[in-house]
């Protein structure tokens, strides 16, 4: 079998991105000027993207390949971020695998039929990968356009896709997952195999159409303790990573509330960690041994304080992330709907101004 490798249109491998701040913050070089962007940057808190997304569904928007990659491409544009991500929904590649699921206003993602039985784990079928070519085609378009700025490819983890297809839609504790995964640990490994299986086949199909680095985001691993995840999660996020092997691209992991297992994520495969705002990024890098990469940690609700509140914020964001190797400065969480644009914009001015 010949050696898998980027192709040599790829951006990391052409010279567009390799150079780029971003790209080598996320290698683990430490940056004049720290690199900015954020999570869920494309999206509800633009205008643009309110007046593109009306009377569109959420998921049509995501697999229709003009739209979402005009919408990845607006806060390049309005904020001057130093890279993309990839606009895109969790439950995706749980769509494009023939499965029930649409995004209904105000709750989330909810599933036709939610996966409660080991019987129901069996019935489940692999994702073909010609369906991901709608994703392919809106990361080429994308990628054209950003011409020197990285494109991020971007997946849910599996417990986090799990906990959809159990729960049957958003929950505050995952409640049924957690109970599934004691009660019939066969089926509970099983169904995370999949879903692995679909989202590094999602993160995969990214990275061969030009994405220059991926992140996997883990929404709901804060219900669980270090050892549950350890043992009954890590293995599998490991795998969905796993599906990039022989692609030289930068890769993080974000978990929201997983601050007492932040070594254990990286260790999966992370070569950057991403750190809520629950965590001072001073005490994360100790946890980390002082030899990760961080991301993080401007806290989402200050984005609607006085600027002289948030502009102590995020100097303090600034001086603690100086501590660890390198540091690429995001949100704690994803950008508000209700948040000022314009705000945005200032922090990445602010940042790129503070060196």
């Not at 904020?79 to 769509?95: N, R, T, W």
């Not at 002289?308 to 995020?314: D, F, G, K, N, V």
Request: proline letters at 8%; hydrophobic letters at 40%.
């Amino acid at each position: 079998m010949e050696p898998v490798s980027l192709p040599e249109s790829h951006p990391l491998v052409d010279g567009r991105t390799a150079a780029s701040p971003f790209v080598r913050a996320y290698r683990g070089e430490r940056v004049p000027v720290r690199p900015v962007w954020f999570m869920r940057q494309a999206g509800r808190s633009l205008p643009e993207y309110r007046a593109l997304r009306e009377g569109r569904p959420m998921l049509e928007s995501c697999l229709t390949p003009e739209i979402a990659s005009e919408i990845t491409l607006q806060p390049v544009r309005r904020h001057g971020v130093d890279a993309a991500v990839f606009f895109s929904d969790i439950v995706i590649p749980v769509k494009l695998a023939g499965i029930g699921v649409e995004i209904v206003a105000g709750r989330g993602p909810v599933l036709e039929h939610p996966i409660r039985t080991a019987a129901d784990v069996l019935a489940l079928r692999p994702l073909d990968p010609a369906a991901l070519d709608p994703i392919r085609e809106a990361v080429a378009l994308t990628v054209a356009e950003l011409g020197e700025t990285p494109l991020i490819g971007f997946a849910g983890a599996p417990f986090t896709l799990a906990s959809y297809l159990v729960e049957g839609g958003p929950s505050k504790d995952q409640g049924r997952a957690r109970a599934l995964m004691y009660s019939d640990p066969h089926a509970w490994a099983s169904l995370l195999n999949w879903c692995a299986d679909a989202s590094g086949m999602f993160l995969r199909a990214q990275v061969e159409a030009g994405a220059s680095a991926v992140q996997l985001f883990d929404s709901w691993v804060g219900s669980l303790g270090r050892r549950d995840y350890q043992r009954r999660v890590a293995p599998h996020s490991r795998r969905a990573f796993d599906h990039l092997r022989g692609l030289d691209v930068p890769k993080s992991h974000f978990g929201l509330g997983g601050g007492d297992f932040l070594d254990v994520m990286r260790d999966v495969g992370a070569d950057v960690v991403g750190i809520d705002w629950r965590l001072p990024l001073d005490e994360a890098n100790r946890r980390l041994g002082g030899t990760s990469t961080l991301q993080g940690n401007i806290d989402s609700a200050l984005l609607g304080a006085s600027w002289s509140t948030l502009r102590a914020h995020i100097d303090d964001v600034l001086d603690r992330g100086a501590e660890a190797p390198a540091h690429i400065v995001n949100l704690g969480h994803g950008v508000p709907p209700e948040t000022d644009p314009e705000v945005l914009t200032r922090i990445v001015t602010y940042v790129h101004e503070r060196g």
